[in-house]
Structures are given as structure tokens and as C-alpha cells.
């Protein structure tokens, strides 16, 4: 994984609203990139307590439960660390406060790379609207990228709290209705699939895995890969420091 510059890339992160949402979209990719000695980083958004139909269930009792799979999941694609913001699932909003938060793990973990949730509600397709928790936690990511991580006079209480500013050099979007950007993950589909096994609350995760195998594939034609993931890719400018 290279840069413009063919500097290699060593660190990334993924910021999703939800446990399982990476599982879901992008797990292929960060499989891959951490068996080619990545280290990768998961922010949440949410505290993910509200992806139930058990009229048993409470928030606080799924908000574990969900930390422990996205945890186990973790372990299998071998990510570096999972971070949980903890705002409430289902109401988030692209804040000041939630771009501030975003804006701090980046400086903190420093990733070269970023992947994020689509920011935009897509109306093309049709039984899916599109979750707004997804669209609010794609819009934070991207802001805090730019300008708010990279610049030492926005929320300068970072910069207080010892986080320097940070550039990162590429981001990729998932779910873009116009990707330019295809990944091999034909490497990594195997371990993404038992990823997405590890959310054992969450019903779309246990039934999606051939379905998703099967995407990939689809993705793949055309490309001369066998299966892939697909991204609207950026590269940003990373201005000289002197």
C-alpha cells in the first residue's frame, strides 16, 4: 500500500458509526492491509445499543455485548486497537464535539490512510434509505481529517492535551455511488467473513456472509482480481512543514 510518493503507508484508520458496519463493507480490505503489516485502528462512533428486535433487550446490556464482538472481530483481522466513542446509537449527529473526538484518535494514532461511511444519503437503489447515524459519522471523519486534524489552531485543547496535528494522506469512502477505487481482498475475504461471524446479536452479520463473499466477487469483475472492495479515493496534499 503506497502513497503518490511510493512512501508506504504503515498506519490506517477506519471510522464507522456502529460495531459491524466495517464487518460489513470494508473488513476485506483491512484484513488484507493487516497481513501486509498494517496497523489498523477502529473508531466507533456509537455505543451501538439500539441494533436490536429482542424486546428483552436494554441499551446497556447490548452496548456490552456488542464491545465483546467488535473486540472478537478485531482480534480476527488483527487489527492494533478498537476505540469506542460511545455517543448514543441512532441519534448521532456530525457535531463539534464528535469531530473534535474523531480529530483526537487521528492525532493520536496518526494514520496515513482513512476509510469512512458514505456522508450523503443515496436514494438510487431501493429498500435500503440509507442510516443516518452512518451519514453523520461520514461527515465527523471526513471534517476532522480536514481541516480539524491538521491544523493547530482548531481546537487547540488538543494540542494542550499533547495530541500534535496530524496529516492524513489518503481517504477512501465506502459506498460511493461512483467508486474509482477497486482493492484485491481475494487474500482477505476469508478472515473479513469470519470477522462479520464474530457479531453474533446482530442478525444481518450471521446471514450476510455468503451474500457478501458473493458482492465481492461481483465487485471483482473486470478488474483481474477475484474478489474486491470498491472506494471513492482521495488524495490529499500534504503541504511542506518549513
Avoid at 478498537?82 to 474523531?102: H, K
Avoid at 494542550?160 to 477497486?182: A, C, K, N
Wanted: hydrophobic share 40%.
Amino acid at each position: 500500500m503506497t502513497q503518490q510518493n511510493d512512501d508506504p503507508y504503515r498506519r490506517a484508520m477506519v471510522v464507522v458509526a456502529h460495531a459491524d458496519d466495517a464487518e460489513l463493507r470494508c473488513s476485506g480490505t483491512v484484513a488484507t492491509w493487516c497481513k501486509q503489516g498494517m496497523e489498523i485502528v477502529y473508531v466507533l462512533c456509537t455505543d451501538s445499543s439500539r441494533g436490536s428486535r429482542d424486546r428483552n433487550m436494554t441499551p446497556e446490556k447490548l452496548a456490552a455485548i456488542r464491545v465483546k464482538e467488535q473486540r472478537a472481530a478485531g482480534k480476527v483481522l488483527g487489527l492494533s486497537d478498537v476505540v469506542f466513542l460511545g455517543y448514543a446509537d441512532g441519534t448521532l449527529q456530525p457535531t463539534l464535539e464528535l469531530r473534535q473526538d474523531i480529530a483526537r484518535e487521528i492525532r493520536r494514532y496518526k494514520p496515513d490512510i482513512l476509510i469512512c461511511q458514505y456522508p450523503m444519503r443515496n436514494l438510487m437503489g431501493s429498500g435500503y434509505l440509507g442510516h443516518p447515524d452512518h451519514i453523520a459519522a461520514g461527515e465527523a471523519a471526513l471534517a476532522a481529517v480536514f481541516p480539524s486534524a491538521r491544523d493547530h489552531l482548531i481546537f487547540g485543547e488538543l494540542l494542550e492535551e499533547g495530541f500534535e496535528t496530524h496529516y492524513v494522506r489518503e481517504v477512501l469512502i465506502m459506498d460511493h455511488p461512483e467508486p474509482d477505487r477497486w482493492v484485491d481482498v481475494t487474500e482477505g475475504v476469508d478472515t473479513a467473513i469470519k470477522a462479520l461471524m464474530a457479531h453474533e446479536s446482530q442478525a444481518v452479520a450471521r446471514n450476510a456472509a455468503d451474500r457478501i463473499q458473493e458482492q465481492r466477487k461481483r465487485l471483482a469483475e473486470g478488474h483481474d482480481m477475484e474478489y474486491a472492495e470498491t472506494f471513492k479515493q482521495f488524495n490529499l496534499r500534504v503541504p511542506d512543514r518549513t
